[in-house]
C-alpha cells in the first residue's frame, strides 16, 4: 500500500492595493546566496550567539554581507533559529543534510526578525547563514538556537473542531507576537483553517515541522452566512509533513486583541492499493494535475507590501 498526495491548485489572479503603513518582507529566494563559499564555519552552540556583520566579511549576490554557523542537530528535538538585530534587517538561510534549504526574512507581519523553527530531518551538521535583507549592512546581531518541545507550544486543537481564544491572553510566546496554537497533522491531508475575529484584523501563520510556513491576511469571505468578515483570514494547505503544526494568529498592523475563532476542517491523504484509482481525484489514472498558479503582487514601488492576499 503506498500513500499518495495531491495538490490541486486555484487560478487566481491577484491585485491587492497596497496602504502606505503596511508592513513588509521580500519573497524568500529574492536574496540567493552563493552555493559554496570558501569561508570560516563559525561554531554555533545551543543558547545566544553574538557577533557582528563588518564591512570586511565576505558578500553574496544580492551584496549583503554574511556569516556562516555549523551545529550539530537531530531529530529527537524541535528547534528555532532566531536573528535578532537593532542593526539590520536580518536574513536567514539554514542548510542542512540531503540537500535542505529553509530561509526567512521576516518571521511574522510587523516583525523583522528572521526566524526558522523546525524539526531537524536527520541528523548532522547543519549551517546557519546569517545575513541582511539589505545590501552593504553592518552591525551587531543575536543569533538565537532554542530547542523547542516535540509536542509544540500553545492551546492545543484537534483538526475537524473548533477553538475560541483570546489574542493578548492565550498561547502567547516570551519575544514573540500573537496567540500560538498547534494541533497534529498528516502528511498528504490538506487542511482548512478559517480564523474569524469581530475585535480585531486577523493574520494567519501556520508553521510546519519542516519550516514550511503559510501565511494569509484577508480571505475576503464573509463565511456561509455573511456574518463574517472579509478581513478575516484562511489557510487552506495540503501538509507535506506528519507532525505538529503550529497556527500563530497575530492582529494586523500590529495593533488589536481580543477573541477570535478557529475553524478547521482536513481531507485525509489519499491511499492507492494495487492498481485502483481513487474517487473524484483529476488527472491520467487518479495521479492529478495542475490545474492554476497562484499569481499576484507582493511588491510595490510606492505603496506598503502586502501579506496574505499575494504571496
Excluded at 554574511?66 to 524541535?78: A, E, G, K, T
Excluded at 473524484?280 to 514601488?301: E, F
Amino acid at each position: 500500500m503506498r500513500a499518495f498526495t495531491a495538490s490541486i491548485f486555484a487560478l487566481i489572479l491577484a491585485a491587492c492595493g497596497g496602504s502606505p503603513n503596511a508592513t513588509g518582507t521580500t519573497p524568500l529566494g529574492v536574496t540567493d546566496l552563493p552555493p559554496d563559499a570558501a569561508v570560516a564555519r563559525r561554531p554555533a552552540q545551543m543558547g545566544v550567539n553574538q557577533a557582528s556583520l563588518a564591512s570586511t566579511d565576505p558578500i553574496n549576490d544580492g551584496r549583503a554581507h554574511y556569516h556562516v554557523w555549523r551545529i550539530d542537530l537531530d531529530p529527537s528535538q524541535r528547534v528555532r533559529v532566531q536573528m535578532t538585530s537593532r542593526a539590520i534587517d536580518p536574513l536567514l538561510e539554514v542548510r542542512g543534510p540531503n540537500g535542505l534549504h529553509l530561509r526567512n526574512d521576516d518571521a511574522f507581519p510587523g516583525m523583522l526578525d528572521a526566524i526558522v523553527d523546525f524539526v531537524p530531518p536527520v541528523a548532522g551538521s547543519y549551517e546557519i547563514w546569517a545575513t541582511s535583507f539589505g545590501a552593504g549592512s553592518t552591525g551587531d546581531y543575536v543569533l538565537s538556537i532554542t530547542p523547542r518541545d516535540p509536542a509544540g507550544v500553545g492551546v492545543p486543537f484537534q483538526l475537524g473542531g473548533d477553538v475560541t481564544a483570546v489574542l493578548g491572553q492565550d498561547g502567547m510566546q516570551e519575544g514573540l507576537p500573537g496567540t500560538w496554537l498547534r494541533f497534529e497533522g498528516t502528511a498528504g491531508s490538506v487542511v482548512r483553517l478559517r480564523v474569524t475575529s469581530q475585535a480585531f484584523d486577523t493574520i494567519a501563520t501556520l508553521v510546519g515541522p519542516g519550516g514550511q510556513t503559510w501565511v494569509n491576511d484577508d480571505a475576503n469571505d464573509v463565511g456561509p452566512d455573511g456574518s463574517e468578515r472579509s478581513l478575516d483570514s484562511t489557510i487552506v494547505a495540503a501538509l507535506p509533513d506528519t507532525g505538529v503544526y503550529q497556527l500563530v494568529v497575530t492582529p494586523y498592523g500590529g495593533q488589536g486583541g481580543g477573541p477570535f475563532r478557529v475553524r478547521s476542517s482536513a481531507r485525509p491523504p489519499i491511499v492507492l492499493t494495487g492498481s485502483g484509482r481513487p474517487e473524484g481525484l483529476a488527472g491520467p489514472n487518479g495521479g492529478g494535475r495542475l490545474l492554476g498558479v497562484y499569481a499576484g503582487i507582493t511588491a510595490y514601488q510606492n505603496q506598503g507590501q502586502l501579506y496574505g492576499c499575494a504571496d
